[in-house]
């Protein structure tokens, strides 16, 4: 441990955010996944854009690794120091610096958490949603869209990092620069149609830290609703999201299946999210849905709608985390065309079964029917390696079979980042390895993942 950077660390954020104590390092060395624990030397958390360009020119001079963390709940490895050196904790970056209500954005700092900027615009601006995604509410903003994430608005207006008005993004080498109308102005009110030079987003932070992210608002009606339908035969369910996206009367629309509880298995749930500022409006959209739409599949009795609330529950991965008990979890992630469910299904019955974890597999649809985001969740019980195997198995498999049929990863762990990068047109490598070295010549940033250089 090199005490000098420690020290240096200790002058730029204050002795209470930076740290060199195992006791608190270990806290940042795992996720809830597969991954094995790894260090970091130091973990230190700015307040400032100033703090944290000060904290990569030291570890650009040093020479040592850097890996910026939000909430840590992407799992798959992808925030853990794979390299050690410092850690960055992204959460005290937390402001809400503007909320333009005319223009429907919200400039905030990347630490802001999912739960903080809801919470925010239900008291003040109760007009006005962020799509939210069903990551617990500590997620942020930044490591969200450094992910490519995706939330309750999908249907709509597609992932979370289509919803960008502008970034500010510290480079590598300690240069603040800033992408859209606010690099040319003091509004953030839009990316386009400058050059796009945004290579942030997807890159899970190996390009450079975001700082600020312009986010766009959309309206939030009165009354937000969830009715939930039920389909027998997966072969269906394409068709059913086509006939329902027609109509373009939905914010999000998400399937699942899983084995427990048994009432569940084999079935196929489909969560429609309607909303309205009127009973009449919302009434206008069902009629739309379920009898111009849905009839004939309700007619032939192959679609039930089983539920219409405003209290429904949202299923949630979170509620089929520990099904094996002892707190593992993680799931492998991938974008595909919607007409794939059906066989992404039953191949994760296949897999799931043969591995002894009861299956869980969830989509949400992207855009007007445009893609399916589709994910298999695997439990393990931390403290049975057996279990742990199993997981860690299911997981590869299904980063294979993902790339064997056709689809793209989501959020790829270290191993699915390889085999991608491994099927990538090779210009297109080439041209990622050439970014990535201008930007990151000295390679510290979260050296490991999207290993091109
Ligand atoms: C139960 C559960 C449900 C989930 N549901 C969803 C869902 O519906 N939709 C969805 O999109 N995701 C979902 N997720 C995945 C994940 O939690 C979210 O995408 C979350 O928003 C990630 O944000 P984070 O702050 O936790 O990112 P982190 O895990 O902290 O970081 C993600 C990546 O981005 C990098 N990074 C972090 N901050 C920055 C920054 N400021 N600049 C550059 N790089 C950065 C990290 O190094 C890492 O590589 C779910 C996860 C769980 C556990």
Known sequence: MNSAIYKSLVEIVGEDYASDRPEELFTYSKDLGTSEPKWPDYVAAPKSVEELQKIILLANEAKISIVPLGG?????????????????????????????????????????????????????????AHSLPDAPPAATIGGNIAIHGQGDLAHPHGFNS?????????????????????????????????????FFLGWGGTTGIITKVSLRLFPCKKIR????????????????????????????????????????????????????????????????????RLSKFIEQGTVGIVATSQ??????????????????????????????????????????????????????????????????????????PKSVQHANEALHETDDLVLEFGGTIWKPAVYGQQIVMKHMDANTLALMKKLKNMVDPNNIMNPGNWEVA
């Open 225 to 292: 609703e969830l009715d939930m339908l039920v389909v027998t035969d997966e072969e269906l369910v394409p068709d059913i999201f086509h006939e329902i996206t027609h109509v373009g009367m939905t914010e999000d629309l998400v399937v699942f299946s899983q084995a427990i509880p048994p009432m569940t298995d084999r079935l196929h749930h489909i969560i429609n999210n309607i909303s309205g500022d009127s009973e009449e409006e919302l009434e206008f959209k069902r009629r739309l849905i379920y009898d111009d």
């Open 72 to 128: 840590g709940l992407s799992l798959a490895g992808i925030a853990l120091p794979l390299h050690g050196g410092i850690l960055i904790d992204m959460k005290r970056m937390d402001e809400i610096i503007e909320v333009n209500g005319k223009a429907r954005y919200a400039l905030v700092e990347a630490g802001v958490s999912q739960g903080k900027l809801f919470a925010y615009l239900k008291k003040h601006h109760p007009t006005l």
């Open 311 to 384: 209290d429904l529950e949202k299923p949630s991965v979170t509620k089929t985390a520990d099904w094996r008990k002892g707190g593992g979890f993680e799931y492998v992630g991938s974008v595909f065309p919607v007409a794939a469910y059906p066989e992404l299904y039953r191949k994760g019955v296949e897999i799931s079964t043969r591995h002894e974890i009861p299956y869980t597999v969830t989509g949400r649809v992207i855009g007007a029917n445009h893609a399916i985001m589709f994910s298999w969740s695997y439990a393990f019980n931390r403290a049975d």
């Open 162 to 198: 289509d919803m960008i008005n502008g970034l500010e993004v510290i480079l590598p080498t300690g240069e603040i620069c800033r992408f859209g109308s606010c690099s040319i102005g003091s509004g953030w009110f839009t990316q386009h149609p400058l050059p796009d030079m945004a």
